[in-house]
């Protein structure tokens, strides 16, 4: 079950445990490490919110937060320490922590830090860079949709920064200073999906050791964002439809209803209207969900925000621990000239290698690693999945008809090769191409966060 926690990093284990504790009579999952390098592996979209120590063997708790807001700039951190002063509280702040408690504290102040910044967004204004006309007018129009009430449906390719776009909407809301809630609802085994959107009474199902509130009542007063809503299967479709007109939720395993306040922002990367046109979409559900819709178009469609988003990036990225680097004019028209299938999230990954790869203080062209290994017309003369009895991918050799003039040789390029031309030829709908490949949607999923993670272009 996918439930938010809070992650304590403390290496004193007896503070660890006695913060564990705390935070857990209060109702709160925790999660607790020791060491910042081990925060970095359990920092996974369960976490809503990071208590930190500063000073730690290893990694400290401020090179801790920039690594956080570097690859999870909305979520909050407070940072814990016995040595404080204005002065470390001030440069704390500005580097990007929500709050500071100094040690020792008090149970109560834990819980109230632990309350006001549970599942708040601490991302900025300027996380959602545009400098493009077509962005500047679509984040004027953001800013007059957040003041209302009205659901918006955020359409566009993946990568493009749609999530970044509804916080963008949520923080310029009077929702403001409550939750936002983000679910994919691709993420989540199909098994589990309803359970976590809509909750569960202790004993629902067989693992329901306790009562659990769904993502609508953690999102109550503020906003619940569903990402790749374009993959909830039908008769999920149906009782989302039903919380939606009735603005009350009923868990799992229960006869009561809760009433609802929340606005919901929804996103799609698939053609919304052919899966409606297919029977994979509710038509009634699709018109109550967009009633503003907004489509962020590819990073190929607006030139101008690229270099925005790059400087944006390189700051994201050096933080305090380096001079940012300048970025020579070569190597700047071959990012503006690139055409990015895999978006801004292909972008921070060459600029990521880049400051690896780069002397100096200037980023030059030679620097520049772009994905080159399925570029969009290899993508377009994709052959079909194979299907074999173990591993229906990893192990397709067999040439097919519409098999590419140049052979690949290399397993895991061609895994990617195949499973992206199945997800086009679907529409970028999961769950058929899932059937397709004769795998588990869970599998798929796995697979394409790795494509994403490369930078390749996931429809």
């Excluded at 403390?10 to 006695?18: M, T, W």
Aim: net charge negative; hydrophobic share 40%.
């Amino acid at each position: 079950m996918s439930i938010a926690k809070i992650l304590v990093v403390e290496d004193d284990k007896e503070l660890q445990e006695a913060l564990v504790d705390t935070l857990e009579l209060n109702e709160f999952e925790v999660e607790a490490v020791s060491s910042a390098e081990d925060a970095l592996v359990a920092l996974d979209d369960e976490i809503a919110m990071v208590f930190s120590d500063i000073r730690m063997d290893g990694m400290d708790g401020y090179d801790l937060m920039k690594r956080i807001r570097a690859i999870k700039p909305y979520l909050p951190v407070v940072l814990m320490t016995a040595y404080g002063t204005v002065e470390q509280a001030v440069d704390a702040m500005k580097a990007g922590a929500v709050d500071y408690i100094l040690k020792p504290f008090e149970a109560d102040e834990l819980v109230d830090k632990a309350k006001a910044y549970f599942y708040r967004d601490a991302s900025s204004d300027e996380d959602f860079v545009v400098a493009d006309p077509a962005t500047v007018k679509l984040k004027a129009m953001a800013k007059k949709v957040a003041e209302s009430e009205a659901t918006v449906m955020i359409t566009g390719e993946s990568g493009t920064g749609k999530e970044v776009l509804a916080r963008y909407i949520h923080n310029q809301s009077p929702r403001r200073q409550k939750p936002f809630v983000a679910i994919n609802c691709a993420a989540i085994p199909e098994n589990m999906l309803e359970a976590t959107l809509f909750g569960y009474e202790k004993g629902a199902f067989t693992g329901a050791m306790k009562a659990m509130p769904g993502k609508f009542e953690q999102a109550h007063g503020g906003t619940l964002f569903l990402d790749e809503i374009g993959e909830m299967r039908a008769d999920l479709q149906a009782k989302l439809l039903r919380v939606l007109q009735e603005k009350e939720v009923e868990r799992l395993g229960s006869t009561k209803t809760q009433k609802l306040d929340v606005r919901v922002l929804s996103a799609s990367n698939i053609d919304m209207k052919k899966a409606i046109e297919n029977g994979d979409f509710r038509e009634d559900l699709f018109y109550r969900l967009n009633v503003f819709p907004m489509r962020l178009p590819p990073l190929r469609e607006r030139p101008r925000d690229i270099a925005a988003i790059t400087d944006r990036l390189l700051q994201r990225h050096c933080g305090r621990q380096r001079v940012e680097p300048m970025i020579a004019a070569p190597a700047m028209k071959a990012l503006i000239e690139c055409p990015w299938p895999g978006n801004i999230r292909e972008l921070d990954n060459v600029i990521q290698r880049a400051l690896v790869m780069m002397s100096g203080d200037t980023i030059h062209s030679e620097d520049l690693m772009f994905d080159t290994s399925v570029s969009a017309e290899e993508e377009k003369r994709a052959p079909h999945a194979a299907e074999t009895d173990h591993d229906p991918i990893a192990s397709t050799t067999a040439t097919r008809d519409n098999e590419p003039d140049r052979e690949i040789t290399d397993l895991k390029e061609r895994e990617a090769h195949i499973i992206l031309k199945t997800l086009k030829a679907n529409d970028g709908h999961r769950q058929k191409t899932a059937e397709a490949l004769n795998i588990s949607p869970r599998t798929l999923r796995y697979k394409l966060a790795k494509f994403k993670e490369q930078g390749l272009d996931v429809v």
